[in-house]
């Protein structure tokens, strides 16, 4: 762990933290008010300001998360910092086009 | 009080094994004095290190009962309550034979950490005036009083895990040089410890303060090292 990494992933845990909040309370509001999926789909469909923010949401994860395994992988494995790297950042990319294509579906589709 | 000891002791290299000794127990008896009376009455082939006795000079920490410590300040009313020691070189090092460890990963790690003083002016110069109660000169102070026993390196999970990890030691070294105003090695130092191995490793476990015989916090210095060199890198004065 660097500086440079150091920074990006305690840069994107503090900008999880309201979008973590503000989608629990999403979730609340949504259960606690029965909302069925074809009503949540209709309030999404087209809203850029759902896009944004999950999009960020998935984008901030995807960070944090690949540089946390990437840590794992180096201090309890034998893979090379090198080796490690590559996987966290193949890690990375897929939570990336996973989270991505959740928001196209809930914003888009 | 319990008339004898069962004390088992680490023999051999990397690969050795403890073997089991008893040792007359008494009063105010410190780890390093049972150690001694197996090496001198018992097997005179024991190997350990020691000099001051007395809590100065670092030499003799080993794991006493699963932890690190300071083997001349620790009594043995204090660990062995079941009246049963076991002694072992420390973690993290490199073993030459029975309780004595190879300390050059240590102090090579200073030297990666740049725990060196570079000094700012030439003796023709006036001597820094430092006030005592300034912020910096107090955060020099909690943080200096190191024996380099080796016990935070031994406690440390980080640098089990990671053979580059610089340890607290090395680390709070770097703490007190970049709070000293007379040190010129200021950058130099930060970029050395914003890379891998350095402070960013941590991961602030604190067996290092909760261990230190002398009560030092190095996590607490290590969160200082973070915090300047994250402004450092922010500003463009290091590179990652």
């Not at chain 2, 809590?55 to 300040?73: D, F, H, L, Q, Y």
């Not at chain 2, 062995?80 to 090579?108: C, Q, R, W, Y």
């Not at chain 2, 910096?136 to 200096?144: E, G, L």
């Not at chain 2, 090395?170 to 914003?194: K, V």
Request: charged share 20%.
């Amino acid at each position: 762990m660097n500086v440079r990494l150091y920074l990006w992933q305690r840069a994107t845990a503090a900008l999880m933290v309201p979008l973590v909040l503000v989608h629990i309370a999403v979730i609340f509001y949504a259960t606690r008010n029965g909302m069925t999926a074809a009503d949540i789909l209709s309030r999404t469909h087209g809203s850029i300001m759902w896009a944004s923010y999950y999009g960020l949401f998935v984008a901030a994860a995807s960070i944090h998360a690949s540089i946390g395994v990437r840590n794992v992988l180096a201090e309890w494995s034998p893979l090379t910092d090198r080796r490690a790297g590559m996987l966290a950042v193949a890690l990375g990319l897929l939570l990336a086009a996973l989270g991505a294509r959740a928001v196209f579906a809930v914003v888009l589709s | 009080m319990l008339a004898e000891l069962t004390v088992s002791l680490w023999r051999g290299g990397k690969d050795g094994r403890y073997e089991t000794y008893h040792v007359p127990q008494r009063a105010s008896q410190t780890v390093l004095d049972v150690v001694t009376f197996v090496q001198r009455h018992i097997d005179s082939t024991l190997s350990y290190r020691f000099a001051c006795r007395v809590g100065v000079c670092g030499s003799c920490a080993m794991t006493v009962n699963g932890k690190p410590r300071w083997t001349c300040r620790t009594h043995v009313s204090k660990v062995a309550g079941s009246g049963h020691l076991e002694i072992g070189p420390l973690e993290n090092l490199p073993v030459i034979k029975d309780l004595a460890t190879d300390m050059e990963p240590f102090f090579e790690k200073w030297q990666k950490a740049q725990g060196v003083f570079a000094p700012s002016k030439t003796r023709h110069e006036e001597i820094e005036q430092i006030r005592p109660d300034s912020p910096a000169r107090r955060a020099v102070d909690a943080a200096i009083e190191c024996i380099n026993c080796g016990v935070c390196y031994a406690a440390c999970d980080t640098v089990r895990w990671n053979a580059d990890y610089f340890g607290p030691a090395a680390l709070t070294r770097a703490w007190t040089l970049l709070n000293d105003e007379r040190d010129a090695g200021g950058t130099a130092r930060l970029q050395a410890i914003a890379g891998s191995g350095g402070c960013h490793s941590c991961h602030s476990h604190q067996s290092c303060q909760e261990l230190c015989p002398q009560a030092l916090n190095p996590t607490a210095a290590i969160s200082g090292l973070k915090r300047r060199t994250t402004a450092a890198y922010l500003k463009g004065e290091i590179k990652a």
